[in-house]
């Protein structure tokens, strides 16, 4: 049975947060009879989606009270006497785990982590964390990184995530928060635009405020290569091929500017770069954008003219166009349209990419990033580094530079450089692209040490497996999509000995002898230190306290001082973050991705989610529940390359890309566009998609291209029907309009002369 903390005043509801997505609905654990004791109910207070929870919100206590939770600390002996021989070929390990105590594991990772650092020196050691994780948990492992591992080379999931979103947030308006508006004002907005986001399946909980604005006759644009839940709501659906986000969204910027729609007041005293947007546009006429993209004419049109009229305007964009090798300049595009119609700092307008994991806002502002410290400072500026070097009581010469990113850590473990990494709240081997590479590269480790509620695929390559707390069990503050910081109680008892990440890493800060810098009794002590390495920052804490988060139901950042009543809606007014306060608007070149479609691979495989899954699948795959829902990832195909392949029921098809190849179920989805596959990423093994996923990186924000990649369709089981062999690909190019893609060229830079 779940035993609650002796600090909860009442024992039968205990309130929490759902670990999930970046909602981070309100919760209460509610005394039943039935094992394992509670049952979760929506939380009546929280006001971010008041009363309601999604199917995999009322499932969150499941997998933290499963017996699959790791209980004590453990090592694989075999493994790491594998490793210490000198052999490269130490995991994934069939060798069985062996239980210690925490004092021997401690002691023994601090003392190999020495060894490693004394022979390579202390940037051999990286640490790969998670946007799952407590703001105190994000900032202390940014600062062990650097104060007592003294490595530049901690990054982590969320340049999965957020990064191409952050990096244009930063270019075009000086900062990066996920939505400039808070949600309650999205049901008074006139016109949305949601390009690249999947609500319905993704945040649930947001639906409502959706479908306030359209009862309220506001009008709902969606953009995806597939009808979606979402897009069900929509008054006009885009099915957009994937990568043309920047070419649809350069005509309907033509109309704008051509028409004169644009809101020339704001634009003038708000904005830099107006000829830029309008040189880059200029081919891009209604009947350009539609040859590229096969989207009318008059779609185009009546989505310009309506956006730029409206009272009021929202565009959210998410990871749909994000994760590109092109998403930070699809993104910036989307702002651009915000922009030039004034449509932003008022009431029922605003830009937002919506935030993905529990803290995922949180977790890109306190120094998990590669380049950042915390608060948004960034580690090149001595300014900054004398800030934090103060609040550490560290001298600024000692704290490292800048690190790389999540992915390209992965290459310098791979290259020798990197020889130990600890992932905490992170599993990389199913979420990172062409993850084939990242397997081999952990393989090469000295020592790999995963702190995780579960044995997850990376933990297959671990040396060390230790047991962390999971949401329910530990205290902390999180920020949820809205920018919204917010405190979660701890309602449970860890089991076993499960540790709180936040005394973990203090411990093992101690092992290594630098536990004065680390003398936290309790979270909120955290909190406090975290609130003065801020202050003065972008994302400035400093006037947030525990007491006031309880007692307000959260606080928007940034919040200067305790007076401030923190900051709901960004750029108030036409305020931007840059230092002379004005936006900057992007001429954008619409470039190819990474990989284009040719006579081998003559399609495109995309990914993303489910709404019954998340991310690894680690927790989800635990609940019975969900499981029912989706027990195996399936191809969604469209029903004119069904035919091509000649499917039958219950076939299968190969998916094969440069990477790898896999079979998968398949589904026949009208809703898709026809040269596009889309497969979901949430689980495992041979069933990963990531397998087959494109590594190429977006050059600034090193984003992975998981949204495109080229790839052969062939029915699994053609041998029995005698349909041709592997290696023979399908017909190039499915002939089905809209866009197919041997009609698309984008011009690249230098053929454009921009
Ligand atoms: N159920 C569930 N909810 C989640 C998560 C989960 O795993 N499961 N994860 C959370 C996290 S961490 C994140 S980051 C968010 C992600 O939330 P979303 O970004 O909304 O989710 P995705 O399914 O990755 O992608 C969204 C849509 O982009 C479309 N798309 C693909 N390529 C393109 C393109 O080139 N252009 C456009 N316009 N659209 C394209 C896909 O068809 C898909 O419908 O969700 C959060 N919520
Ligand atoms: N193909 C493809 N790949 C993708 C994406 C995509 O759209 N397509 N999306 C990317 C995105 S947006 C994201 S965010 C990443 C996410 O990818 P991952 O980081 O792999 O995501 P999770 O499955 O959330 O992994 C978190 C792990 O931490 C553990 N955990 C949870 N809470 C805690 C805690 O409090 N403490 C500790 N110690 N452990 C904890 C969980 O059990 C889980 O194993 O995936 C990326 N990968
Ligand atoms: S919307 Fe997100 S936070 Fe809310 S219950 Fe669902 S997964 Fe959890
Ligand atoms: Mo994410």
């Known amino acids: ?138 900032y202390l492992l940014g600062k062990f990184t650097r104060v007592a591992l003294k490595s530049r080379y901690i990054d982590y999931n969320g340049r999965y995530c957020m990064s191409s979103a952050a990096a244009a947030q930063n270019k075009a308006f000086g900062i990066d ?50 009808q979606t839940m979402t897009s069900r709501i929509a008054d006009i659906h885009v099915p957009l091929q994937p990568g043309f986000d920047s070419v649809f969204v350069s ?23 107006i000829d830029e947007v309008r040189a880059a546009v200029h081919e891009f006429s209604p009947d350009r954008v539609s040859l590229y993209t096969g989207i009318p004419v008059e779609v185009i049109r009546t989505i310009a003219r309506g956006f730029a009229k409206a009272e ?98 992965f290459g310098k473990i791979d290259d020798g450089e990197i020889k130990a990494m600890i992932v905490l709240g992170s599993n990389p081997v199913v979420s990172s692209p062409n993850s084939t590479r990242v397997a081999e590269a952990l393989r090469k480790l000295e020592l790999l040490v995963v702190v995780d509620l579960f044995e997850t695929e990376t933990a297959a390559y671990a040396h060390w497996l230790l047991p962390g707390t999971s949401f329910l069990e530990a205290e902390g503050t999180l920020t949820n999509l809205e920018g919204r910081v917010f405190h979660r109680a701890q ?37 406090d230190e975290l609130r003065r390495a801020t202050a003065g920052g972008k994302a400035d804490y400093s006037g947030i306290t525990y007491e006031r988060l309880i007692a307000e139901q959260g606080v928007f950042w940034p919040c200067p001082s305790e007076g401030h009543p923190g900051t709901p809606r960004m750029f108030e007014d036409g305020a931007f973050a840059h230092p002379d306060g004005r936006a900057q608007l992007h001429g954008i070149t619409p470039q190819k991705p990474a990989e284009t479609t040719d006579a081998q691979y003559p399609y495109i495989l995309t990914t993303g989610r489910l709404g019954s899954h998340y991310l690894s699948g680690t927790q989800t795959r635990r609940t019975d529940a969900l499981m029912k829902k989706a027990a195996a990832p399936v191809a969604e195909l469209h029903p004119s390359l069904a035919e091509k392949l000649r499917l039958r029921f219950g076939d299968k098809v190969r998916l094969t890309t440069r990477r790898g190849s896999l079979v998968f179920d398949v589904k026949i989805a009208q809703e ?66 809209p866009a197919a893609n041997e009609k698309v060229r984008l011009r690249t830079a230098s053929e454009s002369g921009i």
Not at 260 to 272: C, N, P
């Open 1 to 138: 049975m779940a035993s609650p903390v002796a600090a909860q005043p009442n024992k039968d509801r205990l309130p929490s947060h759902c670990c999930f997505c970046s909602m981070q609905c309100g919760i209460e654990l509610v005394r039943t009879e039935k094992e394992p004791g509670f049952e979760v109910k929506p939380s009546p207070d929280f006001p971010v989606a008041t009363g309601r929870l999604c199917q995999k919100g009322f499932h969150s206590m499941t997998h933290a009270v499963h017996p699959d939770r790791l209980l004590h600390p453990q090592r694989r002996p075999s493994a790491w006497q594998a490793a210490s021989d000198g052999a490269s070929d130490t995991g994934p390990s069939s060798a069985a785990w062996e239980r210690t105590s925490w004092d021997s594991a401690l002691d023994d990772i601090a003392s190999r982590i020495r060894s490693i650092q004394d022979r390579y020196g202390p940037d051999a050691v990286s640490v790969f964390g998670g946007g799952s994780l407590t703001n105190e948990v994000c």
């Open 177 to 226: 928060r996920g939505l400039s508006l808070p949600l309650e004002e999205l049901s008074q907005s006139r016109y949305i635009i949601l390009a690249g986001t999947n609500i319905a399946e993704c945040q649930p909980t947001m639906m409502p405020y959706l479908l306030a604005a359209k009862k309220r006759k506001a009008v709902i644009v969606t953009i995806d290569p597939r």
């Open 251 to 273: 005509g309907l910027l033509h109309v704008i500017l051509n028409e004169r729609l644009y809101d020339a007041e704001f634009v003038t005293k708000h904005t830099d770069g």
């Open 312 to 409: 009021s305007g929202v565009v959210l964009t998410a990871r749909g166009l994000e994760q590109q090798t092109n998403g930070v300049e699809h993104t910036l595009n989307y702002i651009n349209l915000c922009l030039l119609t004034g449509k932003i700092g008022k009431p029922g307008s605003g830009f937002g990419a919506v935030t993905g994991q529990a803290n995922g806002q949180g977790g890109r502002e306190h120094g998990q990033k590669a380049d950042q410290l915390p608060g948004y400072r960034m580690i090149d500026d001595p300014a900054a580094r004398e800030h934090v070097a103060r609040v550490w009581g560290i001298e600024p010469a000692s704290l490292p530079g800048k690190g790389v990113s999540a992915y390209e850590l």
């Open 491 to 527: 309602a449970l008892q860890p089991p076993g000995e499960a540790m709180p990440d936040f005394k973990l890493i203090c411990t093992l800060a101690d092992r290594l002898g630098r536990g004065k810098y680390f003398r936290f009794d309790s979270p909120e002590a955290v909190f």
């Open 672 to 737: 898709i566009h026809p040269t596009t596959i889309f497969v979901p990423f949430h689980w495992g093994g041979s069933l990963s998609v990531n397998r087959l996923t494109n590594d190429a990186l977006h050059p600034i924000s090193r984003m992975p291209e998981f949204k495109i990649c080229a790839v052969r369709v062939e029915r699994a089981d053609r041998e029995l029907y005698g349909a041709g062999t592997e290696e023979k690909a399908p017909d190039t190019g499915v002939t089905v309009q």
